[in-house]
């Protein structure tokens, strides 16, 4: 489990500031302050930043890289099986598998029902008459129970 630092001091901190608030509103309701309504709204907004802060500091995961990969955008994601990434067109060949491997291990598996995904890495080239034509250049498929990847390159790119 990663945490980010900042995000914990800050919400920490957030916390901090939420107790002290809650001191002054439980003073202005004793004191009957006509302003002891707006610092339940100040209170309870600062709690919630503070829950937020922590939340999410403790379930941001960093992106993987992968030596000698380079990053694609995801085009197509159907959400169980299959995941397509875009290639440019000056993609080099030596970084078709880091590339794809990238991408497969980036995804994130909840909601997908399947066992393994497929990720495809592709190019579309034009073929003549504006016709142009898919060709997948590498897959990668990942394994959700293991956690591993298996790269293919396509040998005739």
């Known amino acids: 489990?990663?945490?980010?630092?900042?995000?914990?001091?800050?919400?920490?901190?957030?916390?901090?500031?939420?107790?002290?608030?809650?001191?002054?509103?439980?003073?202005?309701?004793?004191?009957?302050?006509?302003?002891?309504?707006?610092?339940?709204?100040?209170?309870?907004?600062?709690?919630?930043?503070?829950?937020?802060?922590?939340?999410f500091a403790v379930s941001y995961a960093p992106?993987?890289?992968?030596?000698?990969?380079?990053?694609?955008?995801?085009?197509?994601?159907?959400?169980?099986?299959?995941?397509?990434?875009?290639?440019?067109?000056d993609l080099a060949a030596e970084t078709f598998g880091p590339s794809v491997e990238q991408v497969a291990r980036n995804l994130r598996g909840s909601g997908r029902k399947d066992p393994t995904v497929e990720v495809r890495l592709r190019r579309v080239e034009p073929q003549g008459d504006g016709v142009d034509r898919p060709v997948v250049l590498a897959t990668a498929v990942r394994d959700w129970a293991t956690g591993d990847v298996t790269v293919s390159v396509n040998a005739k790119r």
């Open 1 to 55: 489990m990663r945490a980010d630092p900042l995000l914990l001091t800050a919400g920490e901190w957030l916390g901090i500031a939420a107790g002290g608030l809650l001191l002054i509103t439980v003073v202005a309701f004793l004191a009957r302050w006509g302003f002891r309504f707006r610092l339940v709204g100040v209170t309870s907004f600062t709690v919630l930043l503070s829950l937020s802060c922590l939340a």
């Open 63 to 89: 992106r993987l890289l992968v030596e000698g990969a380079v990053s694609v955008p995801v085009v197509f994601d159907n959400g169980s099986d299959l995941v397509v990434a875009a290639a440019p067109a």
